[in-house]
Nanobody, 126 residues
Framework: QVQLVESGGGSVQAGGSLRLSCAAS?????MAWFRQAPGKEREGVAAIYTGVGSTYYADSVKGQFTISRDNAKNTLYMQMNSLKPEDTAIFYC??????????????????????WGQGTQVTVSS
């Protein structure tokens, strides 16, 4: 079992920045950030192989969000810059304790992950 606890969400104005954190109770080979806006499906935003640091991003956030991890602290981060109102969503941390080979589509698919946090709200006002 892995417990995931997100933090760092909040309310910012458009153009602002936030840094999300996800504290994990144990090590996972693959971790990711997802988001879910009101009335929309949960979508993958960014993922990382925690061992080697390989990353994957949704096209909508490339160059805007950066995923990273601190393995010593079992903590996942996401730096979000130039935030827009359409980034408003609940952001979830996800993990898979097993190492699996995955492509970009799989890295950003909900079905790849079997552990989820409770989410943290991000609200961006115009």
């Amino acid at each position: 079992q892995v417990q995931l606890v997100e933090s760092g969400g909040g309310s910012v104005q458009a153009g602002g920045s936030l840094r999300l954190s996800c504290a994990a109770s144990g090590y996972s080979y693959i971790m990711a950030w997802f988001r879910q806006a009101p009335g929309k499906e949960r979508e993958g935003v960014a993922a990382i192989y925690t061992g080697v640091g390989s990353t994957y991003y949704a096209d909508s956030v490339k160059g805007q969000f950066t995923i990273s991890r601190d393995n010593a602290k079992n903590t996942l981060y996401m730096q979000m810059n130039s935030l827009k109102p359409e980034d408003t969503a609940i952001f979830y941390c996800a993990a898979n304790r097993r190492w699996i080979r995955m492509n970009e589509l799989q890295a950003l698919a909900t079905t790849t992950y079997n552990y989820w946090g409770q989410g943290t709200q991000v609200t961006v006002s115009s």
